[in-house]
């Protein structure tokens, strides 16, 4: 069982926007702007990021559900970060409140669910499959 994760806790998350991060890296007639998959992944590296010093040995935590809105366009060369704090936790799921900005505004908001897993037992169960 994970240590008692206080609410409010937190990390931020950057990066610079390259082409791989953009619509137009996936195809070519879309635009070269920072995509919504990219963006969730920097969220949930903030959350991964924010729960990690509280996970036990052969723990860590993973997404179960994302509620997020990608509210603005970012360009190649826009430095975008990305915050998770936990908000609120019901015995099992982690509720992370997330956002994404840029350096002129927020680009994305919305909640991230995560959850602790032992993390043998959890290959032991994917790889049963």
């Known amino acids: 069982m994970a240590k008692p ?6 990390a931020e998350v ?3 926007v390259q082409l791989k991060h953009t619509l137009q890296f996936h195809h070519p007639m879309l635009p070269p702007i920072y995509s ?7 969220m949930e590296t903030a959350c991964f990021q924010a729960l990690l010093p509280f996970h036990e040995a052969g723990e860590m935590n993973v997404g179960t559900a994302i509620h997020v809105e990608h509210r603005a366009a970012t360009g190649i060369g826009a430095t975008v970060k ?5 908000e609120s936790f ?4 982690y509720v992370m ?3 994404a900005w840029d350096e002129k505004q927020e680009i994305g908001r919305g909640t991230v669910t995560r959850a602790m897993v032992h993390l043998p037992r959890f290959m032991a169960r994917v790889e049963g499959k």
């Open 5 to 10: 994760v206080p609410l409010g806790t937190k």
């Open 14 to 16: 950057a990066e610079v």
């Open 36 to 42: 919504t998959p990219d963006m969730i992944r920097l």
């Open 82 to 86: 990305a915050e998770g704090v936990l």
């Open 90 to 93: 019901d015995g099992r799921f």
């Open 97 to 99: 409140r997330v956002r």
